[in-house]
């Protein structure tokens, strides 16, 4: 089943740092941080090893989770130093293909960097293509915080709301996303193909050029092959206007989560009102332009578009491989998978999805799973999702 699945762009090596509030503290009171310097949201890029301790407090501090470009590689490798991590593999395409073989499901992965740790870790069920000419390595430094985490600034406190996580990157590999000379070949034979990655590129004309060679990749792929795109935190939010013109000419699916939803909205949403998440689903598929549009919360999978009930089946499926990973993170097996699958949905989903005015708006509701756990994975949450889009994608096509 392996090529049937396949899954791009690129892959990292992760560096998931052990929370030490004790430690952060340390860092928080040598820079002397303000409530006031907190008031706008995470930076999408920093210059200094201050401007990362900031920005996790912005994140903490607005209930944000975010992905940020460190300019500094020494920068970010210092702060990387501070705490204890765990060594994991990272990108979409790699951590929802973690999340399928979990469940005995092989795939393909496209990879843009390759180093002895990708090897060691990759299961052998996880087939790969890679562009690059040689090893590397270039970590993505995740802080993950718990819900509760409470940290002092100079003039007060910052107390997270809830768990959620923050990317650190400086990926050169993946700022120039090269394409395997063989994605076509594996891309020919495709029953559902995930594509995701762009939003750490740089260059507008490099940009261009790469998705104008994806596209003609995707050309051979079957016809009636859904092809999803997974959107994440842009480096450089210029670059999105590009993506979304390939986006609605060559996928099926554009998946976002409610973060980047109300990016591209400007706006906050009341993701518990039903009117304001009808309003929220049928402007974003105005504005992004996709066949069907699905945007994954904490709660729920929202679906509007073509197709809309097959993809909101998706959803659900997405919404239980996310259920489980937050549970249980990296380690569970099918039993635990299907433990969570009888747990009680999650309230504010269930009432959503039988809601008169969303329905008739054309938009679909899969409800999440209501589970709890005083550790929970924040880590990979909207991966281990769209792995679960894309493994029910290819089963109901088998």
Not at 61 to 75: L, M, T
Not at 128 to 152: F, K, L, N, T
Not at 297 to 312: K, L, N, P, Q, W
């Amino acid at each position: 089943m392996s090529g049937r699945i396949v899954l791009g762009l690129g892959g990292t090596v992760d560096h998931e740092v052990v929370w030490d509030a004790a430690a952060f503290q340390r860092l928080v009171d040598g820079y002397g941080i303000t409530l006031t310097e907190l008031e706008d949201a995470p930076s999408l890029a920093v210059g200094s090893e201050r401007e990362v301790v900031r920005d996790v407090l912005c994140s903490m501090h607005h209930s944000i989770g975010c992905e940020v470009f460190v300019r500094d590689r020494g920068d970010l490798l210092a702060f990387d130093a501070r705490f204890a991590h765990r060594v994991t593999l990272g990108g979409t395409c790699v951590r929802a293909a973690l999340a399928l073989s979990r469940l005995g499901v092989g795939s393909t992965v496209h990879l843009v960097s390759i180093s002895d740790e990708v090897r060691r870790l990759l299961p052998d069920d996880v087939d790969w293509i890679c562009s690059a000419d040689e090893d590397s390595a270039d970590p993505h430094v995740i802080v993950q915080y718990p819900a509760g985490a409470r940290i002092r600034v100079a003039d007060g406190t910052v107390l997270a709301s809830r768990p959620n996580r923050v990317i650190l990157v400086n990926d050169p590999p993946n700022e120039h996303m090269r394409l395997s000379a063989q994605l076509a070949t594996v891309l020919h034979d495709a029953s559902v193909v995930l594509a995701s990655g762009f939003n750490t590129m740089k260059s507008g004309s490099e940009l261009r050029c790469r998705l104008a060679e994806l596209e003609g990749a995707l050309a051979v792929v079957p016809t009636g092959t859904p092809v999803v795109y997974e959107d994440a935190g842009f480096h450089d939010d210029a670059l999105r206007s590009a993506v979304l013109e390939t986006v609605r000419r060559a996928f099926c699916l554009h998946s976002l989560n409610e973060d980047e939803a109300q990016r591209y909205l400007g706006r906050p949403v009341d993701l518990a009102d039903p009117a304001e998440v009808a309003t929220m689903m049928t402007d974003l598929r105005e504005i992004l332009g996709a066949p069907t549009v699905m945007v994954h919360t904490s709660r729920y999978a929202a679906v509007i578009g073509t197709d809309a009930e097959r993809y909101r089946e998706a959803g659900q499926a997405g919404c239980l491989m996310a259920s489980t990973r937050f549970l249980h993170g990296d380690a569970y097996t099918r039993a635990e998978y299907d433990a969570v699958a009888t747990a009680a949905r999650e309230q504010v989903g269930t009432a959503l999805a039988r809601d008169a005015g969303l329905l008739a708006a054309g938009v679909r509701i899969a409800p999440g799973f209501a589970v709890r756990t005083e550790h929970p994975t924040t880590i990979g949450l909207g991966d281990a999702f769209i792995g679960g889009v894309v493994g029910h994608l290819v089963h109901r096509a088998a």
